[in-house]
């Protein structure tokens, strides 16, 4: 990008620059391992090709965004993530949210419903409701969107295991409201991958799993255009311990498995990939943290063209959602986590992120308040209003540091898929325990570096007070379960139960002749079949799948 009498010029005046004043500076690095010097030059960025590395937003490869005029044109989806007790708990909190300026719903759902159980089943009873709204039937999901018009407002579902059954329930809301399949957006994770290393709210072995992630994508592209059926998460990763660069190369990683999986069918990418999308974590090396989404932009845009032979520019788009980091929330002194949030939300929104949830400052304490969460929405609202920051596209573009890290990000995650392409792709190295160490890994270093305070975190190893909870919190009314089971019985009673056999008995036939199985699971979700049936049903079909021991 300079000329070479400059560089030169530069190159020779740095070095006695440095020589002068840098004696006796400790090195210093981001948590991904990457070196940071002092300050950047011309000299770190000399063999970057505008048009082949960064060019203009909207523009392969994308690096600067997804689209010509992001913010400028259009401010990212506020998606608050809120789930909890009942469906109708969480259907005041959603009607709330978007009376305060929440432009799309995020459903956070509770772990029975995660991993195929009725709110009945013995291996229930203590989690009613508690990290997320309990959904059963087709009944619950019909009373957490009433009057939520599904035609008008997007939903994200963050479901794996029982994506199918979700999704074919917010499918049949939508149609008993009169919005046709074709109409209807949002986004279900459907990331099943990630939770083998990560979540672990899975059910089925990987490749029975990665059969249902697929039927939905071929499902969706073909019913439900504008709805995006995966969203490819370095999200959980990041929170289980990865690193930048591992949460990039693992869920870039994943995303390829998946692609591949959809492609084995038959079906050109161009077909489903405009409608891929990703999730990721912002954590609190601000400046990593932007290079990160920069350089997992480009890197996917380079994998669906050069690898999948992708020819629509939107197939290459790395289309993703933000969520502050979790694990960067503490307990102690929690008012200052507004602060963390608020970084990592510009963060996010300096990368380029399409959506975005602004995580409260009561979360490492409870579910949040109604207070907390306002504030969090707040947070976004701020920086979208009356920070500016919106004003330009990629404002920090062509900025030395960030440049260096975006490619050296960049570097480090296509090495570590090309780790992953030698052991055989995504599922053979998380069956090898290869995910699992690297995460575990970065997890033990981390929490070393904090114990010795070669990390500091403000309130927890330094700057600590002695204090009370200073905040009140959120608590799930412990009739949440009874009140559930209750509606539970009063569906299976009413509803005509001939008729859900005859679909358990559909959905089964189904899954033993290898068919798309997304059809046959809405046809049994539409006679009130309970997810812990339907669940059972593809149990005895696929089996369930065993944990990798990682030593």
């Not at 009873?125 to 619950?140: H, P, R, S």
């Not at 255009?225 to 994943?254: C, D, K, M, W």
């Not at 209750?486 to 008995?505: F, G, S, T």
């Not at 033993?512 to 079909?541: D, F, Q």
Request: charged content about 25%.
């Amino acid at each position: 990008m300079f000329n070479k009498s400059v560089t030169d010029k530069i190159r020779e005046a740095y070095k006695s620059w440095k020589e002068k004043n840098l004696k006796g500076i400790k090195e210093r690095f981001t948590r991904s391992g990457i070196p940071v010097e002092v300050v950047y030059t011309p000299l770190d960025i000399e063999n970057i090709d505008f048009f082949k590395d960064l060019n203009f937003p909207g523009e392969y490869p994308f690096t600067r965004g997804v689209y010509p005029t992001m913010y400028r044109g259009r401010i990212w989806t506020m998606r608050q993530y809120a789930g909890f007790g009942t469906a109708e708990d969480t259907n005041k909190r959603y009607r709330y949210l978007l009376e305060q300026g929440q432009t799309g719903l995020s459903v956070a759902f509770d772990l029975p419903t995660q991993i195929g159980y009725d709110s009945d089943h013995p291996m229930a009873i203590a989690e009613v409701g508690k990290v997320g709204v309990a959904i059963d039937t087709l009944k619950d999901m019909e009373i957490l969107f009433d009057g939520i018009p599904l035609g008008k407002i997007t939903t994200s579902m963050t479901i794996n295991s029982t994506a199918p059954q979700v999704l074919s329930m917010y499918f049949a809301v939508a149609q008993k409201q009169g919005v046709p399949l074709t109409d209807v957006g949002g986004t279900v994770q459907n990331d099943i991958l990630k939770e083998y290393v990560a979540r672990g709210t899975h059910i089925y072995p990987p490749e029975p799993s990665m059969k249902l992630v697929a039927d939905i994508i071929e499902y969706g592209y073909k019913n439900a255009p504008r709805f995006n059926t995966i969203s490819i998460s370095g999200y959980h990763i990041r929170e289980a311990g990865a690193t930048a660069v591992q949460e990039i190369a693992f869920t870039l990683a994943n995303g390829i498995a998946y692609v591949q999986a959809v492609v084995d069918r038959g079906i050109p990418v161009d077909k489903f990939a405009p409608r891929l999308s990703f999730f990721f974590g912002c954590h609190n090396d601000f400046f990593e943290e932007i290079a990160k989404f920069r350089a997992a932009r480009r890197l996917w845009a380079k994998i669906m063209k050069e690898r999948f032979g992708a020819r629509d520019p939107r197939s290459m788009l790395l289309r993703f959602h933000t969520q502050t980091a979790g694990c960067t929330l503490t307990a102690q002194q929690p008012h200052v986590n507004l602060i963390r949030v608020t970084l990592q939300a510009l963060a996010a929104v300096l990368g380029g992120t399409q959506s975005l949830h602004t995580n409260s400052f009561d979360e490492a304490l409870a579910l949040p308040s109604e207070h907390a969460a306002l504030l969090a929405l707040r947070t976004q609202q701020v920086i979208a209003y009356e920070s500016k920051v919106t004003s330009t596209v990629d404002p920090l573009g062509g900025s030395y540091y960030i440049e260096y890290l975006t490619n050296e990000i960049e570097e480090k995650a296509a090495e570590y898929i090309s780790k992953i392409d030698d052991m055989g792709g995504a599922v053979a190295a998380i069956e090898k325990g290869f995910y699992q160490r690297e995460i575990a890994d970065s997890a033990y270093e981390y929490q070393k570096d904090i114990e010795s305070k070669k990390e500091i975190v403000v309130g927890v190893n330094e700057f600590t007070i002695e204090e009370e909870v200073p905040v009140k919190i959120l608590k799930v009314d412990p009739e949440v379960r009874e009140r559930q089971i209750n509606r539970l019985n009063k569906v299976r009673r009413e509803r005509d139960n001939k008729k859900v056999e005859e679909a358990l008995d559909n959905l089964r036939r189904a899954a033993e002749k290898g068919e798309n199985l997304t059809g046959p699971i809405l046809e049994a979700v539409k006679v009130y079949a309970t997810i812990g049936e339907t669940t059972e049903v593809l149990k005895s079909v696929f089996g369930e799948y065993k944990p990798v021991v990682v030593i």
